[in-house]
């Protein structure tokens, strides 16, 4: 048993002086007073990233050519299928291991993995046929992030229920096939791995798979789904299902909090309202809707109807949450001519509402008891580097505004999960052995 005394502990209702808590076995104990300034400085939880997709830090920066005047999502993701089919349980391991390392070296300490790279590249699975799942469990056991594995259910390639295609075959399942592959999952939890459920999207699972699958879930179960991310898709589900995607599905699932809508770019007034009230939670990736020209989310809207959100990092062109969050509300500056648009009710500061609601969804959204200090919950820990130029000076009013909007580094000086420390002095504890193995991993995907 051990116990952390910080300088500063952030909580919901901002900073506590000389707080602390007594962690054991990976859990809170007590949270208890601390020593005046004895040890810990600045202390805030481990933030949760929502949506991931690991292999695709591997393709960061090659899809950065126009293939076509028009190019979009669309064409992108051509690129993404042909680098797809060039990963094996070996390389997607080391990719992922490298990206986890980053995560965590970043203030990241839980991540969402949206997993459909399941079968080999020919659509034919693997003798078993959780080999790629295990590879992900591997490199999150290795660099020590928490991880809630979300295996894909991928059925057709669109909304007309056209066959998946050749590309798409390896991320393919029958209901029966892929709840056993969940079954099989979930049957490997522990304290730090969750296991839940990823519907890609509405085009690519039908109705009646949808609602077979949802039938056969344990109570609690993290439901997360790409939607509404493009006009396009948009225009397809109201042409064949006579609803807008996030209108559909609310009318058609049982949506709660244990839900998370990824992206949800493109809602009208009654879907913003409807998305608040189910109590889901919206997973927005700025970097990567930027990269891809997705669009802006309706923030203050959603802000204003209560609803309730969290960042990824998706297709990692950025691994870091400061610039998740600082592009988050500039995209809203830009599109309102207004500043500080992310504000909530508790605070003046934009900083500092952003961290509340992303930490207040993360329990929720992943599945585990992360996103505050308190008796019961995970020992998920940062402690920010208060040397750092931009902290100079800094008070418990501007200390989360400076780390969020005076610069684009991290300032991690420690990272800690379960109880157990991954990042000193700003360096993941097996930084070099894990870009060996990503480097010859590079080599063989790029070959």
């Not at 094996?88 to 391991?93: V, Y």
Request: charged share 20%.
């Amino acid at each position: 048993m051990e116990t952390l005394h910080a300088e500063r502990l952030w909580t919901p209702g901002g900073w506590r002086i000389d707080a602390g808590f007594t962690h054991d076995a990976g859990r809170i104990v007590e949270c208890t007073g601390a020593q005046p300034s004895e040890g810990a400085a600045w202390v805030v939880p481990g933030i949760a990233n929502l949506h991931s997709h690991a292999f695709q830090r591997a393709m960061a920066g090659l899809a950065e050519r126009q293939t076509h005047p028009q190019d979009s999502f669309w064409t992108w993701r051509e690129t993404m299928y042909r680098f797809a089919a060039r990963f094996d349980p070996d390389t997607l391991q080391a990719v992922a291991a490298q990206l986890y390392a980053e995560m965590l070296e970043a203030g990241y300490t839980t991540v969402c993995e949206f997993h459909y790279l399941h079968h080999s590249p020919d659509g034919r699975p693997y003798t078993d046929a959780s080999a790629m799942s295990h590879a992900l469990i591997a490199a999150a056991r290795e660099t020590g992030i928490r991880l809630t594995l979300l295996p894909v259910m991928y059925m057709t390639g669109g909304f007309d229920g056209r066959p998946l295609t050749d590309r798409q075959k390896r991320f393919g399942h029958g209901v029966d096939a892929y709840l056993r592959l969940f079954d099989m999952l979930r049957g490997e939890e522990n304290d730090t791995l969750r296991v839940g459920v990823a519907l890609h999207s509405l085009r690519a699972v039908p109705p009646d798979a949808m609602r077979a699958v949802l039938a056969q879930l344990p109570a609690e179960t993290p439901v997360h789904i790409h939607i509404a991310e493009q006009l396009p898709e948009v225009v397809d589900c109201q042409a064949l299902r006579n609803a807008r995607p996030v209108e559909w599905l609310l009318g058609n699932a049982k949506v709660d909090r244990n839900w998370t809508l990824v992206h949800a770019t493109h809602l009208d007034a009654a879907e913003i309202r409807g998305i608040a009230n189910s109590g889901a939670t919206v997973a927005i990736c700025p970097t990567t809707e930027a990269n891809l020209g997705d669009g802006l989310f309706p923030l203050r809207a959603f802000l204003e109807a209560g609803g309730s959100w969290g960042i990824g990092s998706d297709s990692h062109v950025s691994v870091s949450p400061v610039e998740e969050l600082r592009w988050l509300e500039y995209g809203q500056r830009l599109v309102t001519h207004h500043r500080n648009v992310s504000v909530g009710t508790a605070t003046t500061s934009a900083g500092e509402s952003m961290l509340h609601d992303t930490m207040a969804s993360a329990d929720p959204s992943t599945g585990q008891a992360i996103g505050c200090f308190y008796e019961g919950a995970c020992a998920d820990w940062l402690v920010l580097d208060r040397d750092a130029p931009q902290f100079i000076g800094a008070t418990t009013d501007d200390a989360i505004d400076r780390w969020l909007f005076a610069g684009n580094a991290p300032h991690i000086r420690e990272v800690h999960v379960a109880g157990k420390q991954t990042v000193h002095e700003g360096r993941h504890r097996d930084r070099e052995a894990i870009f060996t193995r990503f480097k010859a991993a590079m080599h063989t995907l790029l070959a």
